[in-house]
Nanobody
Framework: FQLQASGGGLVQPGGSLRLSCAASGFLEDVHHIGWFRQAPGKEREWVSYISSVDGSTRYADSVKGRFTASRDNAKNTVYLQMNSLKPEDTAIYYC??????????????????WGQGTLVTVSS
């Protein structure tokens, strides 16, 4: 099972980007997908969660109201729509999959497979 994140780029503050996370297998084979990010000089942090089962979502406080996770099971792809981007959103963004419905979805150690990351730069 492999994941490939894409869609990163350079955007001005206040702009938008949509990240994609394409799975090599069926999304239904995993319980949820998490989005994480790692800013320069900082530890990786959890950003968002989306269930492959029912599409329910969770967000870190820092992105709540600005980011929206969604899924297209027919395409085996998860998306992260990022609006009102701020310079502090600059980071490498990763998607990861987890099969355990009882895991702590904010903990990166709980995840089984990771995409390679895509760089988002928010700058004027």
């Amino acid at each position: 099972f492999q994941l490939q994140a894409s869609g990163g780029g350079l955007v001005q503050p206040g702009g938008s980007l949509r990240l994609s996370c394409a799975a090599s297998g069926f999304l239904e084979d995993v319980h949820h997908i998490g989005w994480f990010r790692q800013a320069p000089g900082k530890e990786r942090e959890w950003v968002s969660y989306i269930s492959s089962v029912d599409g329910s979502t969770r967000y870190a406080d820092s992105v709540k109201g600005r980011f929206t996770a969604s899924r297209d099971n027919a395409k085996n792809t998860v998306y992260l729509q990022m609006n009102s981007l701020k310079p502090e959103d600059t980071a490498i963004y990763y998607c990861a999959s987890d099969n355990d419905p009882d895991s702590d979805y904010e903990e990166e150690g709980e995840y089984d497979y990771w995409g390679q990351g895509t760089l988002v730069t928010v700058s004027s």
